[in-house]
């Protein structure tokens, strides 16, 4: 079973930029970030496949990019022109294991001044 952590997330001011990787300990196909905000459900921020194609939520479309390498079983998030809204817990995990409820630990972002 494949085992994904994600990191990366710290404190930053709004307008700032953030950083964040999964490492898979094998090859996943599809990869997705999700994130939690507090008292909130999670939601889900955007997909990359295996070719490198990506999918956004409206959100953050404009703002956040996903990309991989595969050589390194590594999917990033970088987020740029951070805001307060985007605090939260981020997670990454492929579709068959968040439809199993495989989840790991997440990482968290704080937007503040």
């Known amino acids: 079973q494949v085992h994904m952590v994600e990191s990366g997330g710290g404190l930053v001011r709004p307008g700032e930029s953030l950083r964040l990787s999964c490492a898979a300990s094998?090859?996943?196909?599809?990869v997705a970030w999700y994130r939690q905000p507090p008292g909130q459900e999670r939601e889900f921020v955007g997909t990359?496949?295996?070719?490198?194609?990506?999918n956004y939520a409206n959100s953050v479309k404009g703002r956040f990019i996903i990309s991989r390498d595969n050589a390194k079983n590594t999917v990033y998030l970088q987020m740029n022109s951070l805001k307060p809204e985007d605090t939260a817990v981020y997670y990454c995990?492929?579709?068959?294991?968040?439809?199993?409820?495989?989840w790991g630990q997440g990482t968290q972002v704080t937007v503040s001044s």
């Open positions: 995990n492929s579709p068959s294991r968040a439809l199993v409820g495989l």
């Open positions: 094998g090859s996943i196909a599809v």
């Open positions: 990359i496949t295996n070719g490198g194609a990506t």
